[in-house]
């Protein structure tokens, strides 16, 4: 089943909401409960598809064992309870339409991508336009590939039935984090 939708307007939207649930619990300066400490939040998105570095001249940020490398160095001394990862989309295809010639190999990279977040520990997953390539039902199993909750606030399919949660709450350094 394809999916179409209005695409600037959608993607602006989508990212405002998304880094918005992110960052609403730090629109005043955060009440610690007694014990409670600190959040760290780990973000990336616009990987399209890309698992090794792509070559880019302009924000080269390496590959996914680079990735990995950061996430255990910066969460060493974190409590696993401490912290999330998040991705805000555009991660698993590198266009907007596959090319036939190229498909399995885009649905391949995917895969190997929604995997490697599972042992990354990928907590939430909010999907951008070149997301839904290969269709929702294919962007429904790479959620269950990886471990992520998927949230979109306003997507809906042909059948007006949201695709995603709208919204998920995670605990992490003894608070209460709405994503």
């Known amino acids: 089943m394809k ?15 998304f880094y918005s649930l992110i960052l609403s ?5 955060p009440q610690l409960a007694a014990g409670a400490g600190k959040i760290a939040v780990f973000y990336q998105a616009n990987r399209q598809g890309e698992i090794e570095p792509c070559g880019c001249q302009v924000h080269q940020l390496g590959g996914f064992n680079r990735l990995a490398v950061f996430l255990a160095e910066s969460r060493k001394g974190l409590g696993a309870k401490s912290q999330l990862f998040v991705d805000a989309g555009d991660t698993f295809f590198s266009v907007l339409t596959l090319n036939a010639q190229r498909k399995e190999q885009e649905k391949l990279r995917a895969g190997v991508l929604a995997d490697s977040f599972r042992i990354l520990k990928l907590d939430a997953f909010g999907p951008g336009e070149r997301d839904f390539a290969e269709g929702i039902d294919f962007l429904k199993g790479l959620e269950q590939r990886s471990g992520a909750v998927f ?29």
Not at 3 to 17: L, M
Not at 25 to 29: K, L, N, T, Y
């Open 3 to 17: 999916f179409s939708f209005p695409k600037p307007v959608f993607i602006f939207i989508t990212r405002t909401v």
């Open 25 to 29: 619990s730090c629109s005043s300066p």
């Open 151 to 179: 949230v979109s606030s306003n997507l809906k399919d042909a059948k007006g039935q949201k695709v995603f949660q709208r919204s998920h709450l995670f605990t992490a350094g003894g608070q209460t984090v709405g994503v």
